[in-house]
Structures are given as structure tokens and as C-alpha cells.
């Protein structure tokens, strides 16, 4: 398990985090999620074996937010 923080632009409220959270909780290999609204970053733990970290950034940014 590599565990990594991510910045997120675009959060302004519980909304984007939850979407923000979903978004990445979607991707296979990961394993928990906390989206810190506040800091504007995302701490995500995920198995380096089943995805990296451009695919998180990728769902992140398909979400509508930026990473």
C-alpha cells in the first residue's frame, strides 16, 4: 500500500468533497479516501499493483475538479 496526499483545486463545499471522495474511491486499487475540504487535498491509500497515481489525478480531473 503507498499512501500519497493529492491537491484538489475547485472544492468549495460538502458537495465537491463528497464528489471529489466518490470520484476516487472509484478507482480500483484504492483503498480509503480523506478529502480535507479546508487544505484543498485529498490523503488516499492505494495498492501501486492495481493503479498509480495518474490514475487517481485522472478521476479526480474527470470529476470536474482539478489535480
Known amino acids: 500500500m503507498v499512501e500519497t496526499k493529492i491537491k484538489v483545486e475547485g ?3 460538502g458537495h465537491c468533497k463528497m464528489h471529489v471522495t466518490e470520484a476516487i474511491s472509484g478507482v480500483a486499487g ?7 475540504l479546508d487544505k484543498g487535498e485529498a490523503k488516499v491509500s492505494y495498492d501501486e499493483n492495481a ?9 479526480v480531473n474527470d470529476s470536474g475538479y482539478k489535480a
Open 11 to 13: 472544492m468549495s463545499c
Open 30 to 36: 484504492v483503498s480509503s479516501v480523506d478529502v480535507d
Open 51 to 59: 493503479t498509480d497515481i495518474d490514475a487517481i489525478k485522472k478521476a
